[in-house]
């Protein structure tokens, strides 16, 4: 069989080539296959790893299940990184040939960093049976028995080992981890002094010491430690940077700088040094520094394109979003798919509200970056952006699950938390967040709102406080500041709060209602908080916050129209404002101008497409008109951006329930969805009702009719609709009894002349 040889047949002369084609296909297969092999060897030796595995590639195509070709072709995989090809051809090879210890030893490791504990555990018994001294392999099972819990077998495997080859260093880390899962702490640290006296040489060793140091708080021996590294491993800036992240742990930024400033003059063409120095910077607010650190880390870059995508996120966290689009089309123009650019290009996505764009883009970059926890980050702040908590939810709980010392992902699950009234949850997530990164200003401010919301008023009020010597002018600080003062009851402090905030930014609506509150409180009257609102509204007129707040004051001293005029003054300054409209339709409802009051929710729908409560006023709006086709869409728009909302499930269940010719089935779904969501909610409940009478299940209709009238007795639409049933089951008197109480009640409205009609029927 002829194979591909890299040498010029063209320069041969026809007949040589032809006898070496004849003398190929004629060869013995096993002496072409030790030919293949061989050349393969003296390849490796002279260290041409791409002829040597062309070589072995060749020998295995001969022969499938010639394991020492595997085997040495898996060893060449490892060497050049490529584990996953390295580990399918030692799994053969331990299949193969289960003489070969080596084979399996390799094997079990990979199975076992890859969780396959069983499948490790299978290897190492094997290497166990054929040689009960294996080093390695008791080694590996007591990984594997630490591992699964069983610490008496992982004591049995390691001193077992340890007896055997008491130099071996791998074996004194091994020792020392089980003496730190039984908490013998000394004894754990004398094991990891070991193995660094055993082989003094492997950095390894010395970081998992340094692990040890730093999770027990011994700050002072681990820096003694890394100095210690820095003086014996001269050829890594690695030391230089765990000294660093130390001092930065400590809080010692100044000497974390000079750490890496030395680093970088040591080591001045690593672009690692370059970056990690870069994100010092970004961290510590020091934007122009961190500028140049990219440049230097740039310049000095095997693959500059990743560091540009880096300096393009940094422009983007900074809001330089023009310099951030060029360095993104600079990346792309040359590698359309590069990670990085595709990244910060679903990040302007989000950035221009085209979150829907942004999924889809980020849902390739998942496909092809499953563990890259920017990706999922980024993926929650699309879903939350679109009202998808759960989606959101999920996203970032992945996110963690890939980054969990990202102090920026903890901070967007407290906002989650927050948002669905999860205090508790909130509180854990943004005190992680801080701890990760003592300077996240946001995670201070999510963990100030969750204590404020759990009312713990004091400790509120003390973190605003501390905060507030750190920021004496941020609004937000303040704020919750004010509000925290409020929850004491101290209403004095809280105005002056207020007071201050307005001198800052006179713009600020919330201060400004809080301000009017504590007026009204106080007893001022109405008129002067209408002026005062008018006043402070001249000073900022393009502030639609302060008109919209006017409207509702306006609205109170009974002047809609000046309310509406106010509110059509916010909505030209700003269309997006979603009270402009909704207020504007309340008013135009109660002065009975539905016509206008359902183009006010149509105009916002227009603005913002996924509104709820644009959706559920129009429906109530058609409802009112007799539009029930038209609500009935409207209530379904809303089911389709949230597919459980109760209220919009509740009321088109009602309205198909009362069709001509209903589709029973879909009223009873969505009155089943509505009840599952809010199951003691009267009004939901008298909708199954209603769905179950028109169903002809009585007995289930007087059921849950019964459930509506005891919370709320006083309502004749639930009493005549618990008649209904009564009757339908044949018990007249208990009917009758029902519907005559709720003649007796106010409210019967329109239904009134109904049920006096069914009194004198029923009563023949």
């Known amino acids: ?188 640290e004398k094991a990891f002094r070991q193995a660094i006296k055993a082989n003094p040489d492997k950095m390894a060793n010395y970081q998992i010491l340094l692990q040890f140091y730093q999770a027990g708080g011994q700050d002072e021996r681990a820096e003694k430690l890394i100095v210690r590294m820095i003086d014996k491993f001269t050829d890594t800036p690695l030391p230089h940077i765990l000294l660093a992240s130390l001092y930065r742990k400590q809080g010692k930024l100044l000497q974390a700088e000079k750490r890496l400033d030395t680093a970088v003059r040591i080591f001045p063409d690593n672009s690692r040094l370059h970056l990690i120095l870069a994100d010092f910077y970004r961290d510590l607010g020091k934007f122009t520094r961190a500028e140049e650190a990219y440049a230097a880390a740039m310049a000095k870059a095997e693959k500059p394109e990743d560091v540009k995508a880096q300096l393009a996120d940094f422009y983007f966290e900074q809001k330089k979003y023009n310099q951030a689009r060029q360095a993104m089309n600079e990346l792309l123009e040359k590698n359309p798919d590069h990670s990085g650019g595709r990244l910060i290009a679903a990040k302007f996505l989000i950035h221009e509200g085209r979150n829907r764009e942004a999924l889809s883009a980020l849902g390739g970059l998942e496909n092809s970056y499953p563990h890259w926890g920017a990706v999922y980050f980024n993926k929650a702040l699309a879903h939350m952006n679109l009202g998808e908590v759960e989606l959101a939810r999920q996203a970032i709980s992945e996110a963690l699950r890939k980054v969990p010392s990202s102090s920026k992902y903890h901070t967007l699950f407290a906002l989650l938390h927050l948002n669905a009234g999860e205090f508790e949850e909130a509180k854990e997530e943004a005190s992680i967040a801080l701890k990760l990164n003592a300077k996240n200003f946001r995670a201070a401010l999510l963990l100030g709102k969750s204590v404020f919301a759990l009312k713990d008023y004091p400790t509120a009020v003390r973190m605003y406080e501390e905060m507030r010597t750190r920021l004496p002018d941020n609004v937000e600080v303040l704020s919750g500041l004010g509000m925290a003062y409020l929850g004491e009851g101290d209403k004095t402090r809280a105005e002056e709060i207020f007071k201050q905030i307005l001198q800052k930014d006179p713009g600020n609506t919330p201060a400004l209602k809080a301000l009017l509150s504590l007026a009204e409180s106080r007893g001022e009257p109405l008129e002067k ?63 009975g101008k539905l016509v206008r009051a359902a183009a006010q929710y149509r105009l916002l729908i227009r603005k913002h497409p996924r ?134 009640l106010t409210g019967a409205g329109k239904e009134r002349e109904e049920m006096l009609a069914l009194v004198q029927q029923w009563e023949k």
């Open 529 to 591: 908080l209408v002026e005062r609102t008018k006043a402070l509204t001249s000073r900022v007129p393009d502030n639609d916050g302060h008109l919209v707040l006017l409207a509702e004051l306006l609205l109170r001293h009974d002047d809609p129209e000046g309310a509406l005029a106010a509110l059509d003054k916010a909505r030209d300054i700003n269309p997006q404002n979603p009270r402009a409209y909704t207020l504007s339709a309340l008013i135009l409802k109660k002065q």
């Open 1 to 188: 069989m002829f194979r591909f040889r890299p040498f010029p047949e063209s320069f041969l002369p026809f007949s040589l080539l032809l006898l070496l084609i004849i003398t190929g296909c004629s060869s013995n297969p096993e002496i072409e296959k030790q030919d293949y092999f061989h050349k393969a060897m003296e390849y490796l030796k002279a260290e041409n790893l791409d002829a040597a595995i062309i070589e072995l590639k060749n020998a295995i195509q001969l022969d499938s299940k010639f394991a020492d070709a595997r085997y040495q072709l898996g060893l060449l995989y490892l060497k050049r990184g490529e584990g996953k090809k390295g580990f399918s051809e030692l799994q053969k090879v331990a299949d193969l040939d289960p003489s070969n210890l080596d084979a399996k030893i390799k094997t079990a490791e990979f199975l076992l960093i890859s969780r396959d504990k069983a499948g490790a555990r299978h290897q190492v018994e094997d290497i166990l049976a054929v040689d009960p001294n294996h080093v390695e392999g008791l080694a590996l099972l007591a990984n594997i028995e630490l591992l699964e819990g069983n610490l008496q077998g992982a004591e049995e495997a390691i001193s077992k080992a340890l007896t055997l080859a008491p130099g071996l260093d791998r074996l004194h880390s091994i020792q020392g981890r089980l003496y730190l899962t039984e908490k013998k702490m000394e004894e754990a």
């Open 611 to 744: 509104s709820l409560r644009a959706y559920m006023g129009l429906g109530s709006l058609l409802e009112q008109q007799g539009d029930m086709e038209g609500a009935k869409k409207a209530y379904a728009a809303a089911l389709e951006i949230k597919d459980d909302f109760a209220p919009a499930a509740n009321n088109l269940a009602w309205i198909l329930a009362g069709d001509k010719d209903p589709d029973l089935d879909e009223a009873l779904r969505l009155a089943l969805l509505a009840k599952q969501r809010f199951p003691d909610e009267v009004n939901i409940i008298d909708t199954l009702g209603w769905v179950h009478y028109r169903r002809k299940a009585y007995s289930l209709a007087r059921f849950e009719f019964d459930q509506a009238v005891e919370l709320q007795p006083n309502n004749p639409q639930f009493r005549y609709h618990l008649a209904l049933a009564l009757m339908a089951e044949g018990k007249r008197d208990q009917a009758l009894a029902e519907i005559r109480a709720a003649l007796e």
